[in-house]
């Protein structure tokens, strides 16, 4: 899956978090956010005529993109947790510090499960029309 897929799959399942999401599309959205916060965080200081460095000032521009990008976001992450096995509602365990360093980063970057899982189907193996 490419950036543009990626992009295209997750705002497509908006409000879906069933399914698998693989390594590509996860990382392909994280970064599509990532450099969109960025963009938005510069042109907001921009506009407000205030120095870039000082990132405690967000924008009108960065909320809106925060907002826009909430669900598909979390969807992503919960449906990345179901390719490799695990319930979304391992979320919650970002709320700790340890949460997010260990177990969830390792397993967004740990490789899906060959075949079928609870989940569903593995999304690298079923066609690249049914991601759509």
Not at 28 to 49: E, K, N, P
Not at 66 to 73: A, E, G, M, N, R
Not at 103 to 121: A, I, Q, R, T, V
């Amino acid at each position: 899956m490419n950036f543009v897929e990626a992009v295209k799959v997750c705002f497509k399942k908006y409000f879906d978090a069933s399914g698998r999401a693989t390594r590509s599309e996860f990382w392909y959205f994280a970064l599509f956010v990532a450099l969109l916060s960025f963009c938005a965080d510069f042109v907001d200081s921009r506009i407000a005529g205030i120095d870039y460095s000082d990132w405690w000032d967000y924008g009108n521009l960065w909320f809106a993109i925060q907002i826009l990008t909430f669900c598909p976001s979390i969807n992503v992450y919960r449906r990345r947790l179901h390719d490799v096995n695990k319930s979304g509602w391992w979320l919650l365990i970002s709320f700790t510090i340890v949460g997010i360093i260990f177990p969830l980063l390792y397993w967004w970057c740990k490789k899906g499960d060959e075949g079928k899982n609870s989940f569903g189907e593995n999304p690298l193996s079923t066609s690249k029309d049914a991601n759509f």
